[in-house]
């Protein structure tokens, strides 16, 4: 019982994070639009962007976490 509980537990974990992606993509979206970068940083952050949205509609929400979390640390988010 112990092991379903902890499965079930890390489960849910992951089915959260993963769909974490969108709430990711709005903050960088939100950020982007009033933040002073330059046209290489800004065109950078835009293709990160993109990029996670197509990892996560694809499933790969891991690799879109990574995209996603590169795009807001030069953001400064």
Do not use: Q, W, Y
Request: glycine fraction near 6%; aromatic fraction near 6%.
């Amino acid at each position: 019982m112990k092991k379903f509980v902890l499965v079930s537990l890390a489960f849910v974990a992951c089915t959260a994070f993963a769909h974490n992606c969108p709430n990711e993509i709005k903050a960088i979206d939100a950020k982007l639009t009033s933040a002073k970068l330059s046209d290489a940083d800004s065109a950078k952050v835009k293709a990160l962007r993109d990029d996670g949205e197509k990892f996560h509609k694809a499933g790969k929400h891991d690799e879109s976490m990574k995209a996603l979390g590169e795009a807001k640390k030069i953001l400064g988010i």
